[in-house]
């Protein structure tokens, strides 16, 4: 029969396996991780701008 493989889970940044109840493997991963997640809030920040300058935009000039 198959040797089962230990529960285990894989670093989210570099596919690394780790232990069980680890999201990251090393800090250069939280780094990289960290500023992933920056990078989306800030573009959804922006996304949500520009969807009230439209919305204002339509509402002033939407004739």
Not at 15 to 26: D, F, R, V
Not at 33 to 46: A, T
């Amino acid at each position: 029969m198959a040797e089962s493989v230990p529960q285990h889970a894989h670093c989210q940044m570099c596919g690394k396996s780790i232990p069980y109840g680890e999201t990251l493997c090393s800090e250069e991963c939280k780094q990289k991780y960290q500023k992933l997640l920056r990078r989306r809030k800030l573009i959804v920040y922006l996304m949500y701008g520009m969807l009230a300058a439209l919305i204002v935009f339509f509402v002033l000039y939407g004739k």
